[in-house]
């Protein structure tokens, strides 16, 4: 006999989402807004506050308290009239189509989405447990407190290197020498006492944007004393010090990991096809190689267009990912997911300012900041102030 949902209707398709990443959030939404009939939803996640990346940058500086870049994934899989799960998943059965987690049964599903986001690449790196990677966010929160409340109590110098140079290492860097100085200043202590290192393996900062913003971020690290070393490919972490490729060393107390992100390792046994930075290959309709499998966000890789690995495309991404989700559930033809040509990157500068990046414009300013807080205060307020559910 047919399982019944919580609305006491038959259970006829069951569509677990794995991971509560932008995307999935979005979906879990849709859902709630417009529910299916004979559709149950699974959503199985890690964390159980999702963070709101965009916003860390700004929560590091001190602008944004730590619930105000999180969303309560149980509160809304709980409108999405969602089971929620919350746990790891570990592997696929896709033979017997379950996802294997790390600490409850098998969870089976007739259509899967896998929307758990990408960390940085660190294989291959000698000592790289020393330094710590920026995803996942509540492992960096982690060690970010314990770094904030060390400088608070030591009194000598601390240097700290931030190994990438994308748009998302420069953001952290300078969000947390702003908050770092203000630490400081607060304290009555001289701020000169922190060190900043950034380092970049390409010729130059922001390699990914045009001249006029890279400008303005090499005007920026310059005022603010950061020791910037391009052409720096770190090979070792040593305890307090890093090398490099080229046989250059720099000292530093600690080392946040912030380079090009890939596919979490379990990924590779799933027998999905999976692209370089092991990251699943989708296709227009956000299927892997697997019909039943699909994927978004950071983790998906869409065949024939290589696309930025940014929050932006994962949002993006949740609307045709739920009208597919709800197409394959009822057997009917899937949509293709058509990503925008260019995309607009707004990065802040520690303090109340951003750049603004698009193509080969070049913004800059406090107004930017307000922008930007905005449009994420915006995001943000769609998973806080619920609509009613339809259903
Ligand atoms: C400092 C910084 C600033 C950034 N700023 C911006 C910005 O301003 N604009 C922008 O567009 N992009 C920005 N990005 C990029 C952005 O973070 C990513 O592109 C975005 O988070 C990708 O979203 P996602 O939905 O793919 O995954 P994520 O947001 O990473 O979400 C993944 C979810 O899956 C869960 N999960 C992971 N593994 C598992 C598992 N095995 N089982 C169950 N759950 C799991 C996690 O707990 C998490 O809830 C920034 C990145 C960084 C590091």
Redesign the pocket.
């Known amino acids: 006999m047919a399982a019944m949902s919580a609305a006491a209707q038959p259970v006829l398709r069951d569509i677990v989402l794995?991971?509560?990443?932008?995307?999935?959030?979005g979906v879990l939404r849709l859902f709630g807004m417009n529910p299916v009939p004979g559709v149950r939803l699974t959503l199985?996640?890690?964390?159980a506050h999702?963070?709101?990346?965009?916003?860390?940058?700004g929560y590091?500086a001190g602008h944004y308290s730590h619930d105000e870049m999180h969303i309560d994934?149980r509160r809304l899989a709980a409108f999405a009239g969602a089971r929620f799960f919350h746990?790891?998943?570990?592997g696929l059965d896709r033979g017997a189509r379950k996802v294997l987690?790390?600490g409850q049964p098998p969870v089976p599903y007739d259509l899967l989405s896998i929307?758990?986001?990408?960390?940085?690449r660190m294989e291959g790196i000698e000592g790289a447990a020393r330094a710590v990677a920026?995803?996942?966010?509540?492992t960096f929160n982690e060690r970010w407190l314990a770094l904030l409340e060390r400088v608070r109590r030591h009194a000598g110098a601390t240097a700290i290197a931030v190994v990438g140079a994308g748009?998302?290492?420069v953001?952290?860097l300078l969000?947390m020498q702003y908050r770092l100085c203000n630490e400081l200043k607060t304290l009555g202590r001289d701020p000169r006492a922190l060190r900043f290192h950034l380092l970049e393996a390409a010729d130059r900062i922001l390699p990914t944007h045009n001249a006029a913003v890279r400008a303005a971020f090499a005007r920026v690290l310059a005022a603010r004393g950061v020791m910037v070393h391009c052409g720096a490919r770190v090979r070792r972490v040593a305890a307090g010090r890093l090398e490099t490729a080229a046989g250059a060393a720099i000292e530093a107390d600690e080392i946040v990991w912030?380079t090009g992100?890939g596919g979490?390792p379990?990924l590779r046994w799933t027998g999905l096809a999976l692209d370089r930075e092991g990251c699943i290959e989708v296709g227009a309709t956000l299927q892997s190689s697997d019909p039943l499998v699909f994927a978004?966000?950071?983790?998906?890789s869409l065949r024939g267009r290589a696309l930025?690995?940014?929050?932006?495309?994962?949002?993006r991404m949740g609307p045709p990912l739920a009208k597919n989700l709800r197409l394959a559930a009822a057997g009917r033809p899937l949509r293709p997911y058509r990503p925008q040509r260019r995309?607009l990157?707004?990065?802040?500068t520690g303090d109340k300012a951003a750049v603004a990046s698009r193509g080969l414009l070049c913004l800059r300013g406090a107004w930017v900041w307000r922008w930007?807080d905005w449009i994420?205060r915006r995001f943000m307020a769609k998973f806080g102030d619920l609509p009613a559910a339809a259903g």
């Open positions: 794995v991971g509560g990443g932008h995307s999935h959030v199985i996640c890690r964390d999702t963070p709101y990346s965009g916003m860390l940058p590091v994934l746990d790891e998943a570990v987690c790390r929307n758990v986001g990408s960390a940085p920026v995803k996942p966010i509540h748009a998302a290492g953001e952290l969000a912030v992100a979490a379990w978004a966000g950071d983790v998906a930025a690995k940014a929050g932006v495309f994962a949002v995309w990157a707004l990065i802040s930007k994420d």
